[in-house]
């Protein structure tokens, strides 16, 4: 079966650094999604890995290791506009994105 | 509105009923999507489509209906609505490779009593 894991909840400081992993198992791969998530509103895309490494996008970054089958999104500095779940998708063979039940990001001041 | 809009925004059915969730996309993007989330799930996908009037299931269509006979409407009917559907449904698109990114409605939230 295909299945995406990641934790259910993180807590971390505000101003510190912070990463969520996501490990999966799809048939097949064509791409890796990071997508931010506020409560009671929709998941908004941030990131997109579909080779091995690294991408940087101002305070975050995405990492994928495809041999591992591997991600991690790293959140620098952090502020209290983080708090919200971070969804982890792998698109499969049949272009179809399949979802992890997110990671519950705490900031605390 | 530019954008993707979803409606209603919430909504109480009773069993049995027959519901529409509507879905619009001033984009013109080719691929529409519908998703439910619920507590402790990821998101899970329900209908896809192509195009208009291309259609696909997936990973969780029984019970649902779509439709697509214009490129900006993707509307999702419950047949006969059971308590299992309650749940937050949004709905998505993306621009024509399905490697683009999903832009996200901003979800109906459907309880069925």
């Known amino acids: 079966g295909q299945n995406i894991d990641q934790p259910t909840e993180m807590t971390a400081t505000e101003g510190a650094i912070v990463q969520i992993n996501c490990t999966y198992q799809?048939?097949?791969?064509?791409?890796l999604f990071w997508y931010q998530q506020h409560a009671g509103e929709a998941p908004t895309f941030l990131s997109y890995?579909?080779l091995d490494g690294l991408e940087e996008k101002g305070r975050f970054s995405s990492f994928l290791s495809r041999s591992k089958g591997y991600s991690y999104l790293l959140l620098k500095e952090l502020q209290m506009k983080d708090s919200a779940s971070y969804l982890c998708a792998v698109m499969d063979s049949n272009y179809q994105l399949i979802w992890g039940a997110g990671t519950k990001l705490i900031i605390k001041p | 509105d530019a954008g993707i809009t979803q409606s209603p925004r919430y909504k109480i059915t009773e069993t049995g009923r027959q519901v529409t969730l509507m879905c619009h996309q001033t984009w013109s993007h080719s691929y529409m999507f519908w998703y439910r989330q619920d507590l402790g799930h990821g998101l899970r996908l329900i209908y896809y489509s192509a195009a208009a009037d291309i259609t696909d299931k997936g990973e969780v269509p029984d019970g649902y209906v779509v439709s697509r006979s214009k490129t900006e409407n993707f509307p999702l009917t419950l047949e006969s609505a059971t308590r299992s559907q309650t749940s937050v449904y949004f709905c998505a698109s993306s621009e024509g490779n399905p490697s683009d990114e999903q832009y996200f409605g901003p979800g109906t939230r459907l309880t069925v009593t």
């Open positions: 799809t048939s097949g791969f064509n791409g």
């Open positions: 890995n579909v």
